[in-house]
Each structure stands twice: as C-alpha cells, then as structure tokens.
C-alpha cells in the first residue's frame, strides 16, 4: 500500500483518486474548493461519470479514500502526489496554467519529505521543467523532489474501464527512479509502460489527442465528398476499418468533436507550434473542418424546414457525447442557440445533461422525454447518440410530429428505415435524399 495525494477532484483527479484507492493504496484527494470536497464528504459527485460514485462510496467506507481542502493534510507521511487540476484554453488557444502554477506552489510550500510529483493534467511540453522551477523557488527548505509526466488518456463517459484496463500508460521524467516508481504503482493494471523524458511524455498526449481528432475530421471531410458524390460514408467507414493500419475506431462522421480535451490540445498544440515559428498546416485544417460541422447542421435543417421562423424543433441530446453531463463545446450549444436566432422554438431533451445545459440555453424548454420533443415538432435534430435514441418507437414520433423532418448529426439511423416510416430524413455524408445506396455485408470463407 502507497500513499498518494491528488490535487484536484474534477474528472482526472476524482477519478485517478478513486481508482487507485481502489487498487489498495490509501489515496487523500485534495481541492482548494470547499464545496467540492464538503459534497464530496457527504456522498455527492461534482461530476457525473458512470460507476464513480459506487466506486468512491466503496473506497470511502473502506478508509482508504478521503478527501480534504488542508495541503498539510493531503501531504503528510504521502510519497507520490499527483497533480490533476484544469487546464483551461487561454484566449490564442495557449493553455491557462494558473491552476497547475497555484497547486506546484503550494505542494511546495507544504511537503515535508521527499516526493514525486506526478504531472496527470495536459500541460504544454516544457510544463515539467518549469513545475520542478516552482517547486525549488517555493521550498521552505530543500527537501528531494522528482516530477514526472504522466498523462491521462481517459474518456469522459468510459472513465473508469479506460484507467483500469488503459492501452498503455506514458512516463516522462529526467529522473528514471522516480519513472520506475511511479511505473510501480501502475504494473496492476497490466498494460505496457513507456517511460520516456518529461517533453516526449507530454507530447505524446497532444499527439495522440490531435491524431484521433485528425481521425474525425478527416472522417467528416469524406463525408462531406460522400453526400456530393452519392456513396454512404457510414459503409465507407466499415470498409476501411477492417484495414488494420486503420483500424475502425474514431470514424464515425457527424457533427465533430467537441469537450474538454479535443478542441482545447488541438489549439494548443498548433499555439506551441506557431509560437516556435512552424507553420501546423494540418492541425488548420482539422480545426477548419470541425467548425464547420455545426453551421453545416444548421443549413441542413434550413434546407429541410425553409423559413424557420416559428418553426418548432426539437433537439434529442445536449451533451458532448453520450455517457456524460459535459456541455463543455457542446455541438448542442450552437445549433440550439443558431436556431433560436433564426426565429425556432426550441426543445430539447437530453438524460443526463439538461441540469448543466439549462443555464447555458436560456430560451430552450427542457422537456420529460424525447416523445414530448416530437410532440407537435416541425423538425427533430439528433445530436447526441444516447442509447435511449437509437430505438425509439418511430410510429409514435412519426403520429406526434407536425412534419416528419429528422436530422440525424450522429448518423445512428438506417436511412431506409426511417423513408419507410415516412419521415424525410437526412444523415451526414449519407449519398441524396435519405436513399440508402448500399448495404455493406461481411462475407467469410470459414463455414
Ligand atoms: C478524449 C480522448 O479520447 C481521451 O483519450 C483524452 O484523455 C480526453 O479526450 P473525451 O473527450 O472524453 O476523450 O471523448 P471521446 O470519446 O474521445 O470523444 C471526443 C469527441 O469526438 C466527442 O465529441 C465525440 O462525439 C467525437 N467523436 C469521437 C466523433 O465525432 N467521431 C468519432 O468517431 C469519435
């Protein structure tokens, strides 16, 4: 059993602090904020994510997790603390570093004995070494530290498989005991560990992060010669999969990315670039084509609806993706927002996400369930891909709606299905008018 300090309980922090109590160390997380960890105490998540609670309240009652505003507390007798706090985009898309600056300062002003700082938040390469800067000038006395990277790769909505069964786990230090360590306390989860230098460390996770965001768009661009040319890029998307230097995954054409991580370390890394004279070319176009997914929505619907004025449409699903209540660069956002300005009445729907979108959608009415968003409704736009959307019961829709009109921005419906229901339906990068133009089957040899 180690003892570990996680500063900073949002989605990395609560979830690396719950995990790795549950793997049998004694894990003290920590936050500046009082609400927080007062909720915390008594049971409440800050944030939802599928399993988080159960796992907390099982590590709680074990002793083996707590949570605390006090550094002194957090740090006493703990030999690795993690930092995990927000790294927000600055205004040229340069991440905002206070909150790392502010939590390094503080271990320092704090520590009492000998550790390793472990880096988790996505931080510019070259954060390592100016961390190591702040802790040796806030020091109260010299006492032996190592900071290492260690970037997280968990997806929001699937956050708790993905630390424990992760595909690999990414090491970055100048100091390779401190790496081996810290490489220790992750051999439970048996995955391979690369160990590395504090910048290749931190560069891995932008490159990773702008590799599959790159994936997306390149997607959503073949969708867009798809819908020209009349081929479906759903069947497109199946057929290069199967090549294994592709692979099937982050292929699925829609309205783009969105959440805390993509728009944000895709900006980032093409700041970093520009800043040091290159000219990231690529990572241009990746951003061009994602923001040009949700005005895209918008023309769709226009071209669908004609005058949108007094039109009644009707959203299913706010959140950036299903599984999760982040409306952090929504797609939902825009597009409900771009079809009020054009004169709509808005509705929307979403399970988890309409406490946190409300706020943010002042205008929309919230509704029960996605049959009162039909009710009356001159168009439905599916935005999100919950479970609950894929099997609606589309006679019902179709006799509740006041035109049969279905945008589908994450492509979960079959065309044919819904020209057989009687809707006018239209997908992303689909071939024209809602036809399916093929039916793509895997045929085997094997009997
Ligand atoms: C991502 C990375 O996957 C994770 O490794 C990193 O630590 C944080 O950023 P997350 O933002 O939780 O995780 O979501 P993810 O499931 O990766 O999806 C990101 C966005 O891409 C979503 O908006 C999703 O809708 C979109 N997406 C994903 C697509 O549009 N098409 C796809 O094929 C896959």
């Not at 505003?69 to 006493?76: A, F």
């Not at 510019?124 to 010299?142: E, F, L, Y």
């Not at 004609?306 to 959203?315: H, P, S």
């Not at 369930?369 to 609606?392: C, R, S």
């Amino acid at each position: 059993m180690k003892q570990i300090c996680v500063v900073g309980v949002g989605y990395v922090g609560l979830v690396t602090a719950a995990c790795f109590s549950d793997l049998g160390n004694r894990v003290i997380a920590l936050d500046i904020s009082e609400e927080k960890i007062a909720g915390l105490n008594r049971g409440e998540m800050p944030i939802y994510e599928p399993g988080l609670e159960e796992l907390v309240q099982r590590n709680v009652k074990s002793g083996r997790l707590t949570f605390t505003t006090s550094y002194p507390e957090g740090l006493t007798g703990t030999e690795f603390a993690f930092i995990a706090v927000g790294t927000p985009s600055g205004v040229d898309g340069e991440a905002d570093l206070r909150y790392v600056a502010a939590s390094a300062r503080s271990i320092a002003e704090h520590m009492t004995s000998p550790l390793i700082i472990i880096n988790k938040s996505t931080v510019p390469v070259g954060t390592g070494d100016w961390v190591a800067d702040i802790i040796r000038k806030h020091q109260k006395s010299p006492i032996p530290f190592s900071v290492v990277s260690c970037p997280e790769f968990l997806r929001e909505g699937s956050a708790i498989p993905d630390f424990m069964q992760p595909h690999r786990t990414v090491l970055g230090s100048l100091d390779r005991e401190a790496a081996e360590k810290v490489a220790q306390l992750h051999l439970a989860l048996r995955a391979p560990i690369v160990i590395t230098d504090l910048r290749t460390a931190e560069m891995i996770k932008y490159a990773s992060n702008a590799f599959l965001a790159t994936k997306i768009s390149f997607i959503n661009e073949i969708a867009n010669i798809c819908e020209a040319l009349g081929a479906d890029v759903k069947e497109v998307a199946i057929g290069m999969g199967y090549d294994k230097r592709i692979g099937p995954a982050f292929l699925d054409a829609g309205l783009g990315y969105g959440g805390s991580c993509f728009p944000k370390d895709v900006k980032a890394l093409a700041y970093m670039a520009a800043e040091k004279g290159r000219h990231p070319q690529l990572l241009h176009a990746v951003m061009d084509i994602n923001d040009d997914r949700r005005p895209m929505a918008i023309y769709r619907i226009k071209e669908m609806l004609g005058d949108m004025q007094g039109k009644v449409v009707g959203i299913l699903g706010l959140s950036f993706k299903p599984n999760t209540d982040d409306m952090r660069d929504a797609p939902a956002i825009d597009i409900a927002r771009s079809l009020l300005n054009a004169g709509a009445q808005v509705r929307a729907y979403d399970p988890v996400a309409m406490n946190m979108a409300s706020p943010q959608l002042p205008g929309v009415d919230m509704m029960s369930d996605p049959y009162a968003v039909a009710d009356g409704a001159d168009a439905l736009m599916l935005i999100t891909e919950w479970n609950e959307f894929k099997q609606l019961d589309l006679e019902r829709v179709y006799g509740l709606m006041r035109q049969p009109i279905i945008f589908d921005g994450r492509n979960i419906y079959d065309p044919e299905l819904m020209a057989k229901h009687g809707f006018t339906y239209r997908g992303l990068g689909r071939g024209y008018n809602g036809q399916k133009l093929a039916e793509t089957s895997l045929f085997t040899t094997a009997s």
